[in-house]
């Protein structure tokens, strides 16, 4: 598996106070396959690494919480060391460093956009073609020649929908795309894309199962681990067979409004998890509505953290046991759910307890997205 690490990587570990027997031995592999934690340290970043300190008993802060990250983890550390952050990025290809500490740095990130092209109107029970381009900004004209190439696989006059992610994206980061379609099949049903930086697609191969002459409304949507990142709508018609050779729709080209804001739900006893989620959130350029940084001293809490959920593109509900039994987490949840202006897909819920603790009645219907605890310890986070 592919090892991203960050300054602040292991955020997760350090703040749930955890000791070294009670890490999981899935976590302690994952982060220290050799038996030993490699850090990587850019040592050209001096806010990170004490100047003129050794290569392999370096001085500074990001070595002091690569200390105690091993000492939670129960390993040894051993220290790399890089003369760039670009260096040290790159060298994430080969293996060369379990967690690293790298400074947000723009000339390693690059601003992204994505298309979504298929047809605008199937057939039940046949495979069609829905192509995904990712790309710089500054190059859907490229990607629109891309989707002309392709149009004969998709269908002649293919739709478009196309949005901008909320902020640039480093290279190297990977983002996962999961097409969202009521009645449609989806083969893969997800794929990981190593993003670098300029222009790339992959197709998916759908199927229309049921509904024939009904409108299907869905999405494609695209995740840094366990964070939504962007939502491309995507709208077609579903025909049978006989009616198929009605004249196809004119192309539409679609943008949606990116992800800005998402509303933490959560429970105090799960701090730990979801700062590590809402600086992941940060460093992506999407705004955390959360209540100990949105609410000020004397305001009506009930209210004001209605508000919050009002302005909010997305809720996302942390569930465990602990917010299971949390009458202020149920309050927020049932007025997310009165929204219904926002759509169905507004509540989104995360678990990373096993068994998943059971969800109310109310939103049993709902997908509820696992995470893993050491995807947590890789997910972006800015310096």
């Not at 057939?123 to 020649?145: C, E, I, Q």
């Not at 992941?280 to 004001?304: F, K, M, P």
């Not at 202020?328 to 759910?337: D, G, M, T």
Request: proline share 6%; with cysteine; aromatic share 8%.
């Amino acid at each position: 598996m592919l090892r991203l690490g960050i300054a602040c990587v292991g955020l997760f570990v350090l703040t749930s106070g955890a000791m070294a027997t009670e890490i999981a031995p899935a976590v302690r592999s994952e982060l220290a396959p050799t038996g030993k934690l490699r850090i990587g340290l850019n040592h050209g970043n001096f806010l990170l690494v004490t100047p003129g300190s050794s290569g392999t008993d370096p001085r500074g802060v990001a070595s002091d919480v690569a200390r105690e990250l091993g000492r939670r983890v129960g390993v040894p550390v051993e220290f790399i060391k890089f003369d760039s952050a670009g260096k040290l990025g790159d060298a994430v290809k080969t293996g060369a460093w379990d967690v690293a500490f790298l400074g947000a740095e723009p000339q390693r990130a690059a601003e992204i956009a994505f298309t979504a092209a298929y047809p605008p109107e199937v057939v039940t029970g046949r495979s069609f073609t829905l192509l995904f381009v990712l790309y710089r900004s500054g190059l859907s004209k490229k990607a629109d020649k891309i989707v002309r190439a392709l149009a004969h696989e998709i269908g002649s006059e293919p739709a478009q929908s196309s949005m901008a992610a909320p902020s640039p994206v480093a290279r190297g980061t990977i983002l996962t795309v999961v097409p969202a379609i009521p009645g449609v099949a989806c083969d893969p049903a997800r794929v990981d894309v190593a993003w670098h930086g300029t222009l790339q697609k992959t197709t998916f191969h759908l199927r229309a199962e049921l509904g024939a002459g009904a409108a299907r409304v869905g999405s494609i949507e695209v995740y840094v681990g366990p964070l939504l990142l962007a939502v491309v709508p995507v709208a077609l018609r579903v025909l049978t067979a006989d009616t198929s050779t009605v004249a196809r729709q004119r192309s539409s080209v679609s943008h949606a409004e990116s992800i800005d804001r998402v509303f933490a739900s959560y429970s105090r006893r799960d701090a730990g998890i979801v700062e590590a989620c809402t600086a992941a959130y940060l460093a992506l350029g999407v705004d955390v509505l959360i209540d100990h940084r949105h609410l000020r001293s004397g305001e009506e809490w009930r209210s004001s953290l209605h508000s919050l959920i009002a302005q909010s593109d997305l809720f996302q509900l942390y569930w465990s046991e602990a917010s299971a039994s949390s009458a202020e987490v149920e309050s927020e949840w049932r007025y997310a759910r009165g929204l219904t202006e926002k759509g169905p897909r507004f509540i989104r819920p995360m678990f990373w307890e096993m068994p998943m603790p059971d969800p109310p009645a109310e939103l049993s219907h709902l997908h509820f997205s696992r995470i893993e605890l050491d995807q947590i310890a890789r997910l972006p986070r800015g310096t």
